[in-house]
């Protein structure tokens, strides 16, 4: 059955946004919002497992603003025509399920809203909530998801720590209203779901509810699998479930081909690009004797990004510290050590402003933007100030390197090394992917790494020519060779470091200054100061489960 063709039904989830008002007595009035397009089925509905000593009272509909008819002993078999209007609860073995009717077919407004007793649970030093508000193996995952979880009182950044898991995006304190927001990068796939764990202080709410647990054991919990104190951004957790999807797909094929279109179009296009990810990144094995003698690419260098990606050698750190190398050589920037300290002597290296640097894309505009006020007015950023801001200001270090993908995307595309493909057959997905000549690009960065890790055995150059090793000691940067390059040149021609605007004292601060930054945004992100979702992890939490949307 699933090798015939199947009619295409335009089922559309548009956007789920669900708002949390947690009481004082640790007690959560939830409302949430779908925007749909409904073409088929008869009933929507969401499973809510694992509740603990919770329980779902005042549970309420309304579709397009009128308000849904309650009834009890809800009947699944019955027909679209009767369930329209009404709304029910399913008893099952491991919750229960909030059904209600899809009425006609069209544009929707779904409002249904319910409280959870005992959301917030005292735990042995503090309190937590740890609830999955989104499930995953939705039979259409929406477009985008938004949660909003406001107290009593409103939350400060000494009253809450946050973090989020299962999706692509964020959450963070809003600290102008106090409340916590969590939403969405990207459209979700089916393997997608949405888990918040927030912790407070103790006695902040008068819950009656609690667990035998640490606020150190529950995070020890929810961190298994995910990327919460560690750099690993690719988990295997995001793959795990990939795989359970597709073995209820396999599960459900014959009884049910329809509904399961949308989790084979999401399965099919993240193996897809999981295949073309494994053979770009293949390149490297294949091209490490291979050398590319020239710069790799004549526009801006921050356009690299996505197709860097690809490598195993590109991190954050490195674009970060190509900027500063660049901004070096320009003379708008420079690092100078001074001594501190009246009895035990030390060092300490600041950041000079001297000029604004020439600022060629809108990534690297709002990257200078972002020192420029972590220095506050002043000409000189000590590397202390910098951790305090980039602690502080994680969101806006979030948002600079999506901004900076997307601008990467934007411009590779124009230029012809991207372009949007469409596969599937019956299940059509679209992915953005390398042309011939993105290949090439990557390809050439890959030789052109090669070429100056073994400079000083393959030069061939007929002149020596400071200012093109100037250009490439910020592509070492791109790359982080950037301080075993130097050596080679200095080997090379002992002339170069009184000629260069570089010193190796300025290779190595631009790198520790990167570090510093990466490193005050893992600690914040991980100490729960909110920042990026982790996809992974998320393990044992209460309420959600898995499934819902339409049947």
Known sequence: MILLPHPA???????????????????????????TKETKGTEKYLPIENLGDSKILNFKVSDNGTPLEPINNWDSDRSREEKAGKSGILKTNNGLELVFGVGEYGDHKYEFEYTVTNMVKALENGQSLYWRFINDKLSTPP??????????KPFTKDDVNMWSFGYPGEVVLDESTGEIKA?????????????LLLQFPENYFNTSSSLNKTQEELREQAFEGSDYGREEEN???DRFFEIIGLL??????????????????SYRSSAWMRKLTKEYKSREKMLEKEYFRELPYTGAFSNLSHILGYTSFFTKENIITAFLLKWIKEGAIEFKSSEKGSIIKREE????FHKSPSLNTASEKEFYNLLMEAADGKNRLEEEDLKKYFKKNYVKYDNFFMHLEGHSVSALTEEGYLEEREDGGHYKYKMNVLTDSGQTLLDKNIMFKNYLEEYSLLNERDSYNVHLWEDYLIYAAIYGIAEEVYKEFETLEPGFQNDTVFYPYYIHHSYLYS????????SARSAGSGGSSSIGGGGGSFGGGSGGGTR
């Not at 985008?144 to 009593?152: L, M, P, R």
């Open 9 to 35: 039904y335009a089922q559309e989830f548009y956007n789920w946004k669900v708002d949390v008002e947690l009481q004082e007595n640790g007690d959560g009035l939830v409302k949430n919002t779908w925007i």
């Open 143 to 152: 477009e985008e998801i938004e949660i909003t979880v406001k107290g009593f």
């Open 183 to 195: 939403r969405s990068s990207e459209s979700l796939k089916s393997s997608h779901f949405a888990t």
């Open 235 to 237: 988990s295997s957790t």
């Open 248 to 265: 209820f797909i396999g599960l459900f094929v014959i009884a049910a081909p329809f509904a399961i279109i949308a989790g084979v179009r």
């Open 349 to 352: 290296v600041s950041m000079l």
């Open 515 to 522: 570090s510093a930054i990466q490193s005050s945004y893992d």
